[in-house]
């Protein structure tokens, strides 16, 4: 699946290479700061996400800056927004949107593997962006992050699993790791797969939990292990109202 996916991503960059034209970028916040301070523990990144691979249409209704108010109405401590146009039925304009509604930081949550994108997320009011492991080598995923720190945007660097993480550790040590406990396999989530690979992440870097986080019995268990944040896309979309999804969640 993620070979498909970056496929194309790979004919987007093309015309985001002749299209794209820099601009000022506008003042960053921090996501790191953000799931620091928190004062939910674990943090909150919640989603915005219509649509995903495995399950669908998840929500036909869809007002990105509308679900985004009501998150950060809820206590998250940052949005994420999956932007990915095939697979996920995002768009950037989405992104857009939802930065003008709310105050919190903004994940750029899309197929990141090339710098000019970098710049695109930066141009468009992203404050942080996802580098996912699986879709490159560590020494190039380490250029793009050094890249996406220049641009003031904090990185988000996400692994499946200890090799993965390994892999980066060995070049790197960057600020926020991110444990999918999604198989892009078969789909199947686990959120036991997080404190598998938190155990092998070493003290100061925070620890976001991502994918498959469905009860308060699941944020229970990642708060007894430690983890930092959490980041929730189905669960939220699917609930009577973001609000009542995220005290659902923390057993409010
Ligand atoms: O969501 C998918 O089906 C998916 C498939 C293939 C690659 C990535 C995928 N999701 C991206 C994400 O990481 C999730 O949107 C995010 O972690 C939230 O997950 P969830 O709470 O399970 O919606």
Redesign the pocket.
Known sequence: ??QQ?LDVKKEEITKLHREFEGQPNQKKVSLYEALSNSSQKPALIA?V?KA????GIIKEHYVPSEIAAAYEQGGAAAISV?TDQR?FRGHAADLVAVKQMVSLPVLR?DFIIDKVQIRESAHIGADAILLIAAAMEPGKLHELYEYAREENLDCLVEVHSVEELEGILDVFTPKLIGI?N?D?RN?N?DVTHTEAIARYIPEGILTVS????KTAEDLKFLREHNIDAI?????LMRASSPGKGIQLLYGE
């Not at 995903?52 to 399950?55: D, E, L, R, V, W």
């Not at 991502?210 to 986080?213: F, K, T």
């Open positions: 699946m993620l996916i989603e996400k995903s691979p495995s399950k999956l697979f949550k999918n999604r892009l789909f989530t991502e994918s498959g986080i980041l929730v896309g189905e669960t």
